[in-house]
């Protein structure tokens, strides 16, 4: 039983300027969910969504939440709650819960991940920047360790960006994996065409290629593309009774799942069973979260057992992130022995 809830906000503010193909980002507001129950034992969850990408409004969102406080401090049972149209707010809550009931601290999962005894291989984010700022990125990913490196593309020039990827092959051959994400930039018309060029230079996959909601035309992408497809945004919006249609409809060869932009741990769990039901592989993918929310999403991947880099953040793009255990070595992220450090999202109302 629930006790006592209530929401904190937190602005989390950038090193630099985030930019994708759809827009640039220089602060984001995360709304942590705290609870405490009758034993005093607490649990806190970070949602912390995208507006413009996220399937929430903001002024909905922030009435949602208001709703759920209310409810949860008058008895009413958190796992029973309608939150489907809000998956950044059932993802935290779900967090909360699950920290609440676990033994350690922050602890959402309890495995060797959690434990600190095994990690999680991530790939390196390129941001989109100018053309030089990007390969000087990628340069620094790969010295600090990286072997899978994922661009952002879809912003400048295609042919430019297509010298981009010679000259990374020309510069570290196939000692690198690249996975590249068009956040939907192509046009339907000529996605193919674009997929047979970059082609030459040995993709891993790419994402989104064009714009979500468009399944026909993804599904012939899909079907005739050489390079591997991942569904992307594709995936935001999609009641659990649509999981199968989308992708036996589709049958990319990837999907990619990030948690605040799905939902709860249960639902992130169906997709991949629903995935691997049909012989298509996944990873998970942070979005932009804090520690608090990037922990609680390594901790679930790691529950997986993956087997592919995954798309994990690392705490790094904050000049305000809230200190935590997390530790990126080389390409590997673990769960450290350091402390968290809460004092910015404090537990009072």
């Not at 970070?46 to 996220?54: D, K, Q, R």
């Not at 390196?124 to 990913?141: A, E, R, Y």
């Not at 589709?250 to 990619?256: A, K, L, T, V, Y």
């Not at 590997?332 to 022995?337: A, F, K, T």
């Amino acid at each position: 039983m629930i006790d006592k809830a209530f929401m904190t906000e937190y602005e989390l503010q950038f090193l630099k300027p985030a930019k994708t193909s759809r827009n640039e980002i220089s602060r984001k507001t995360s709304f942590f969910i705290h609870l405490i129950n009758e034993q005093g034992h607490k649990g806190i969850g970070e949602c912390a969504p995208i507006f413009g990408l996220s399937m929430e409004d903001e002024g909905e969102l922030r009435s949602k939440i208001n709703e759920v406080i209310y409810l949860l401090n008058h008895g009413h049972d958190p796992t029973n709650l309608e939150l489907s149209k809000f998956p950044s707010l059932s993802f935290a809550l779900d967090c909360a819960c699950k920290m609440i009931g676990s033994s350690g601290d922050m602890q959402v999962f309890e495995n060797s991940f959690s434990l600190g005894q095994s990690s999680i291989a991530i790939n390196g984010l390129v941001w989109i920047d100018s053309l030089g700022g990007m390969l000087d990125q990628l340069n620094q990913k790969i010295e600090d360790g990286f072997s899978c490196i994922k661009l952002k593309i879809g912003s400048h020039d295609f042919e430019a960006e297509l010298e981009l990827l010679e000259k990374i092959r020309e510069d570290y051959g196939h000692k690198i994996e690249l996975r590249l994400d068009a956040n939907g930039a192509f046009d339907v018309k000529d996605a193919l065409i674009k997929l047979e060029e970059l082609s030459k230079y040995q993709i891993h996959s790419v994402e989104q290629p064009i714009m979500a909601g468009q399944w026909k035309e993804m599904a012939e992408i899909a079907k005739h593309s050489p390079i591997p497809i991942a569904l992307d945004e594709e995936l935001i919006g999609i009641e659990k009774t649509m999981v199968p249609k989308l992708l036996e409809t589709i049958h990319p060869q990837f999907i990619i799942i990030k948690p605040s932009l799905v939902g709860n741990f249960s639902f992130c769990d169906y997709w991949v069973r629903s995935a691997e039901t049909i012989g298509i592989d996944w990873w998970g993918t942070s979005a932009l979260e804090s520690n608090v929310g990037l922990s609680a999403i390594a901790q679930w991947v790691s529950t997986q057992n993956p087997k592919i880099p995954q798309g994990l953040g690392t705490g790094q793009i904050y000049s305000n992130n809230i200190p935590s255990p997390l530790e990126l070595k080389g390409d590997e992220l673990w769960y450290g022995s350091s402390a968290w450090n809460l004092e910015d999202i404090q537990w009072q109302a």
